[in-house]
């Protein structure tokens, strides 16, 4: 049985940080692409980040470059996604998810990924 489960989130004021981490049983993230995504009240699911060991690339929503960095402790099957600078508009409920690399022709479609957590919720206080 797979089981994503994400962890980090809370309240945080503007301009401050938080860590997600992502973690998985029943599969091996070694072999797939990882996102975070993210969805705010009344808004559609986009895609936050990924990353692929396989393909050793790293990727990122034009809104947070620069002000996040995914990375990966494949030994530990833990992927997290380190947050700075955070804005009100970063406010979303936080998913991990996992797809075969090259599943879709980019890399933030959501249904091209098979296995998703429930989410954590990260709330910005201006």
């Known amino acids: 049985e797979v089981q994503v489960v994400e962890s980090g989130g809370g309240l945080v004021q503007a301009g401050g940080s938080l860590r997600l981490s992502c973690t998985a049983s029943?599969?091996?993230?070694?072999?797939?692409?990882i996102g975070w995504f993210r969805q705010a009240p009344g808004k559609e699911r986009e895609g936050v980040s990924c990353i692929s060991s396989s393909e050793g690339s790293t990727y990122y929503q034009d809104s947070v470059k620069g002000r996040f960095t995914i990375s990966g402790d494949f030994a530990k099957n833990t992927v997290y996604l380190q947050m700075n600078s955070l804005k009100p508009q970063d406010a979303a409920v936080y998913y991990c998810a996992g797809k075969v690399p090259g599943a879709g022709s980019t890399n933030f479609q959501a249904a091209t990924y098979s296995y998703w957590g429930q989410g954590t919720e990260v709330t910005v206080s201006s």
């Open positions: 029943g599969f091996t993230f070694d072999d797939y692409t």
